[in-house]
């Protein structure tokens, strides 16, 4: 049982939290010679008020469902992430003063490398779309667990901050208690609103989400002002805290600008720490609160059962079979997830809402929140599938790429990939989400060419953990494996092949088709080639590539719908490129416009017969 204070008693306690965590921003950001002390200060009640009045959370476990999740966006302010946890029990104290060393955890800005970190954070504008994704995960999995989200004022110029509010109140995720630390400065001079909390109040009640507009240093109200917010009532809740950047750091710099991201001198940081000392009232901290576990109510995911039916062996569009491979998926793992940006008629995921509508999430046409919001699903121990057209997914560049940095376990599957979407034009066609993805450190990139194929990727996206990406084509085009074909990470197919090659030719997707097309030309002509099906364009078997290559003269011809930079034919470079081996590249290399597929592939020089000039010029004749 909870020991009782008196509320006075408890106020003083959680001041004194407060100070301390204040003096240990201080002492670990100077110790570093870098750091936030400022933003830390500014925030200082808010979070030990959280940690100490309202956050339920188990040391031993924190990412069990039941628990409460804390989601620091303004991720600058890692020092007082730190020091909470250190006030908690989670982090010995003297530990802190290794902040930002190399060989500590204890980095500039949060990441999971902490267990009780669930997303990295510092690229101001995710952390409440990732909160959006907690909250709604631990409501599929039955919990009571609330997630708080302390934001910086200067982050709510981003846009990807209103993707994720409107998407909150539209789900009415009660859950979700975002804090807005107004201290009115940012980086370079003052935030767009300064202290103007009337205009936050008003934007964040337009968006559906009851406000409550507080002092932020003074405890009572942050007190009252969470326990208020953690009640639910059918919306998430904001507390909207005017704050003071330093505050309680000194006159010099208290509300001043030019002190943000500046340690403190070590002769001021002994003075504002023996001045911050002197304030202590010296009474121990409020004992954390426990989560409750509803035992009966909470639900108990299913172990994954052997995957029933067979692929499509026949002519289909890989989107269409991504579609299908996610509900035989969604049918033996129910931690699977769907999520989709308004394009579920064509990317297929409706499939998966048809069958599972409670384990599907429209993310609406703000892809950047739907990839946060995946990174918090992924965080609750879900699988979440996000899909849109490939193009599209790019916006969210910015999100994956934090995502990596979290190693979230998020798969995404862009469709409608490169040209040979025809008549929509260029603004519909990704030609650089190959780059982008093959960009993320520790992702896997499969580019599928049939059915049979998108369904292995698909299966072997779910089983790995990570970030996975899935391209898939528009058009149907024929099967090419057998049912029982196995597929495995960094796996290449040879689907044509003789003892008498000189040329090997790597394709994938629609280029794939286009190369056995050519190769049927060739064929007739006594021309022998082989084909590569490059299904796992990252990682690549380079040791099965330079096989290839050795027995085809040396000489490799890439084709991908795709731009040049960072895609298929750059990975094949880095792969054999330095070992003696000609690399030849097809690519689309000026920006498209609209027209019929065929015709665009040849225009574009990626198409049958643009291979087989490619190869009569490489070959001599």
């Known amino acids: 049982m909870a020991v009782s204070i008196p509320a006075d008693a408890r106020l003083l306690a959680l001041e004194d939290v407060a100070t301390q965590l204040r003096v240990d921003s201080v002492r670990a950001t100077t110790a570093a010679g870098s750091g936030h002390p400022t933003s830390c200060a500014s925030a200082a009640d808010l979070v030990a008020a959280i940690f100490f009045d309202v956050m339920r959370f188990d040391l031993q476990a924190p990412r069990d469902p039941a628990c409460d999740r804390f989601v620091l966006s303004k991720g600058h302010a890692a020092p007082l992430l730190y020091a909470a946890w250190a006030a908690v029990g989670a982090l010995d104290r003297k530990d802190l003063v290794q902040l930002r060393q190399i060989d500590s955890d204890l980095e500039g800005h949060p990441t999971p490398r902490l267990p009780f970190v669930d997303v990295a954070t510092g690229s101001l504008g995710q952390g409440l779309g990732v909160g959006v994704g907690l909250a709604v995960g631990a409501r599929m999995l039955g919990t009571d667990a609330r997630v708080f989200v302390v934001l910086g004022d200067g982050e709510m110029a981003e846009g990807s901050v209103w993707e ?26 003052p935030t767009m609103l300064g202290h103007d909390l009337k205009t936050y109040q008003r934007r964040l009640a337009a968006f559906g989400w009851r406000v409550n507009v507080i002092d932020g240093h003074d405890m ?58 002197s304030r202590l009232h010296r009474l121990p901290p409020p004992p954390i609160r426990r989560p409750r576990r509803r035992v009966g109510k909470t639900l108990l995911l299913p172990a994954p059962q052997p995957i029933a039916g067979k692929p499509p062996t026949g002519e289909i569009a890989t989107r269409q079979a991504y579609g299908e491979a996610l509900v035989r998926l969604g049918e033996s793992d129910a931690r699977v997830r769907a999520l989709d940006g308004d394009v579920k008629n064509s990317t297929f995921a409706e499939k998966f809402k048809e069958r599972f509508p409670d384990r599907f999430v429209e993310g609406w046409i703000a892809e950047q929140n739907m990839v946060s919001v995946a990174a918090g699903l992924g965080a609750q121990g879900l699988i979440p599938f996000v899909t849109s057209f490939a193009c599209f997914l790019e916006r969210a560049a910015d999100q994956i790429r934090m995502a990596g940095i979290s190693r979230a376990n998020v798969k995404l599957c862009g469709s409608h990939a490169g040209i040979s979407i025809g008549e929509d034009g260029p603004s519909q066609m990704a030609l650089e989400d190959l780059s982008m993805f093959r960009a993320v450190p520790e992702a896997v990139v499969f580019y599928p060419s049939d059915g049979v194929a998108t369904d292995a990727a698909v299966q072997l996206a779910a089983a790995r953990k990570g970030i996975v990406y899935i391209r898939t084509t528009r058009g149907k085009t024929a099967g ?85 930079e960072g895609g298929l034919g750059d990975a094949v470079m880095e792969a054999v490129g330095t070992a003696n081996v000609a690399v030849h590249r097809l690519a689309v290399r000026e920006i498209p416009r609209s027209g019929p597929p065929k015709q665009l592939l040849e225009r574009f020089g990626i198409g049958r017969g643009a291979i087989l000039t490619k190869v009569r010029e490489i070959l001599g004749g």
């Open 164 to 189: 994720a509010a409107q998407m909150a109140s539209h789900e009415k995720v009660e859950n979700l208690v975002a804090i807005v630390d107004v201290n009115a400065l940012g980086q370079s001079g």
């Open 220 to 277: 009572k109200q942050v007190t009252a002002a969470l326990r208020r917010a953690t009640r639910g009532r059918g919306a998430p809740t904001a507390i909207v805290a005017r704050t003071v950047k330093g505050k309680g750091l000194g006159d010099e710099v208290e509300g001043k600008e030019g002190w943000h991201g500046k340690p403190l001198p070590p002769d001021m940081a002994e003075r504002v720490i023996a001045s911050l000392e």
């Open 480 to 564: 090419l494996y057998r049912e029982d074909e196995a597929f495995a990470v960094g796996t290449l197919k040879t689907l044509r092949r003789s003892e008498r090659d000189r040329l090997a030719i790597v394709a994938a997707g629609i280029t794939l088709h286009e190369a056995l097309a050519a190769y049927d030309e060739m064929a007739k002509q006594g021309t022998a080639v082989r084909v590569i099906d490059l299904f796992c364009v990252k990682p690549l078997d380079a040791t099965a590539l330079l096989e290839a290559a050795r027995a085809c003269d040396n000489r490799i011809l890439t084709v991908e719908d795709h731009y040049p």
